[in-house]
C-alpha cells in the first residue's frame, strides 16, 4: 500500500487487516453538517453510524460498514450550481470524488467551472419534469396547476373569493345592480349584431338532458331524499355498500384493556422514539397510541405480538420511510445533470472534524444531493 504517512516508507506493505485499521488516518470527507440520504431522511453525515442504511450512486439503499472521523486543518473546495432558481452547493476535501454524467469518478480539484455532475432529481408534481431533490414543482406555474387539481384547494380559494366579494357589497364598493345592467347590456348588443357567445348556443342546442331521466337516475335522487328512512342511512364503515377501506374504529370489546396492557409492555414509551406518555401529552398535544404492525383491515387480529405504542409524530415518520424503501424496490430514485457555476478553493477559519463512510458494495452516497464516492485508500494485496 502507497501511502503519505509520516514516518512511513512509500510502498509498504500491508496485510488487509493492517490496511482498514490506516485508512480512517485520512480519508476524503465532508464537514459534519453535510447530510446524506437515508430511509428515514437527511441526516447529518455526522449522526450516521455502521449499519445505518444510505442511498447509492446505483440508486438503492445499502448499509453503512464503517464511519470515519479525523481533524481537518487544510484547503476546502466548494462546488456550486445554478440553474433558474434553483441553487445549491456542498464543501468538501480537495480529493473528494463525485460522480459526472459520462459514469466518471473525478476529484473535487480536478472540476471546473462549467463542468456537469450528478445530482439526486425529484420529479415535478405538475408535469414529471426531473428537478432538484429539495424541490417539488418545477416552476411557480406547475404550482399553480397542481393546486387546482385539488378539489380543496379550489373549494377554499371559491370561499375566500365569494367572502370577499360579499365585504364589498356590503361596503358598497361593488355595486351589484350596475354590474348586472352591463352584463345584460352587453348580452343584447351581442345579440343585435349576430355574435351571441357561439359556446354557449352549441351547449343549449346539442344538451341532452335524457341522461337524468333514466330509472337509475332517478332511484338515486328518490333514495337520497328518504333521509333516515333510507335502508343506508347512519351505515358507516364496512357495513356501507360503498366503503372502499378505511381507518376502523371499532376494535373489539377488549380494545381498551388490550390498549393498557401494550402500553405497560412496552415501558410507557414510544418503540420509535423513547418519549414518555406524560411528555407527549405535553409536547405534542396527544398521549401514547396503541398501532398495529399490519393493517387491521388486513389482519383483524388485537393480540400483543401484532401491536406496538407509538406515540402521534411517528407513524407518519414511519410511513414516509416506508414510502422510501418503497420507491427503492421501484426503482422509482433518479438522477439530472447539473452545471457547476463555481468551484472555490477556501482555507477554514479553524480546525474541521471532517467525517466520511465506508458503504457496502456500491462506496458510494448522496450527500447533499450530490453523488459521491465513499473515499477509501487504494493498496496493494501481497502474501503477507
Known sequence: MSD?????????????????????????CFPAHVPVFTPEGWKKISQLQAGDKVLTHRLRFRKVVRTFTHEYDGPMIRLAYHRS?????????????????????KEARELRAGDAVLLLANRCGACEKPIPYWRSFCSKRCVATAEW??????????????????REYAEGTRDGRAILQKAHAAVRRMVALGIFPEHLRRYWETHDRSEAMTPEAREKVRQAKLGAKNWMYGRKGPLHHLWRGGKVKYRGKDWAKTCRAVKERDGFRCTTCGIAEDESARSLGAPLQVHHLIPFRVKPVNEAQWLTTLCPRCPAQMERVTDRLLYNDLHEYRTMEVRLVEVESFQPKRTLRVYNLEVEEDESYIARGFVAHNCRCTWIVGES
Do not use: Y
Open 4 to 28: 503519505s504517512l509520516p514516518g512511513t516508507k512509500i510502498g509498504k506493505k500491508f496485510t488487509l487487516d493492517e490496511a482498514r485499521a490506516v485508512i480512517p488516518v485520512h480519508p476524503n
Open 149 to 166: 387539481r385539488d378539489p380543496k384547494h379550489k373549494r377554499l380559494v371559491s370561499e375566500k373569493a365569494r367572502a370577499q366579494m360579499l
Open 85 to 105: 432558481d434553483w441553487r445549491g452547493d456542498v464543501a468538501c476535501t480537495p480529493n473528494h470524488r463525485f460522480l459526472t454524467p459520462q459514469d466518471e469518478w
